[in-house]
């Protein structure tokens, strides 16, 4: 009798120690788009991308999904890597560098705004994730030039997401940032 209660105890110590873990948490980034060859050097003038600014919904370390129109689900298990509001800048800095064809786009902290020729405000207005269906980036920017030459655009990106995971909606995301900047590289040129 007593060894079958020690067997009991030592069961029920055992599953309450295997469901006290913490789950395991994914950690994301964002990925920048890579030219598909060398690119070819055609914009020689200084960019500063940011600051960037992001919905306050989304502005967390915590990945944010869309479940009904008025409904959405905060993952606590799947989680950016580092904050929005300072990975954002630098994707899109590098993405802006390569629709410009130019290695002198930087995000706003790593040159000085006077060292600029071009400035690169942006606010995005949606980050919106639907898993197994598609995400969104809704955003505004200006391009400030010398002076008081300045151009401003808004567009809408959606991307398809093409899996079931996370992983493939953090993918989703990077390309529709990428077409964000390809969008933003018009307007610099434009300004040129």
């Not at 599953?15 to 913490?22: E, K, N, P, W, Y």
């Not at 079931?164 to 993918?171: F, R």
Request: proline fraction near 5%.
């Amino acid at each position: 009798m007593r060894r079958t209660s020690a067997l009991v105890i030592i069961a029920a110590v055992l599953s309450c120690s295997a469901c006290s873990r913490s789950p395991r948490v994914s950690f994301y980034t964002l990925a920048p788009a890579t030219p598909s060859s060398a690119v070819q050097q055609t914009f020689s003038s200084a960019v500063a991308v940011g600051p960037v600014t992001i919905p306050e919904l989304v502005n967390r370390p915590q990945l944010v999904v869309r479940l009904a129109p008025n409904r959405v689900a905060v993952l606590e298990s799947h989680r950016w890597a580092e904050p929005l509001k300072n990975e954002m800048p630098r994707l899109l800095a590098k993405d802006l560098g390569v629709a410009l064809g130019s290695s002198r786009v930087f995000a706003y902290d790593q040159v000085s705004g006077a060292a600029a020729q071009y400035r690169v405000l942006v606010d995005i207005v949606r980050l919106e994730a639907v898993p197994g269906d598609s995400v969104t980036v809704e955003a505004s920017w200006v391009v400030r030039g010398a002076g008081a030459a300045r151009r401003e655009g808004r567009g809408e990106i959606r991307e398809k997401v093409t899996g079931s995971d996370y992983d493939a909606v953090t993918d989703a995301f990077s390309r529709a940032l990428s077409a964000l900047s390809a969008q933003v590289a018009k307007s610099v040129v434009d300004l040129r």
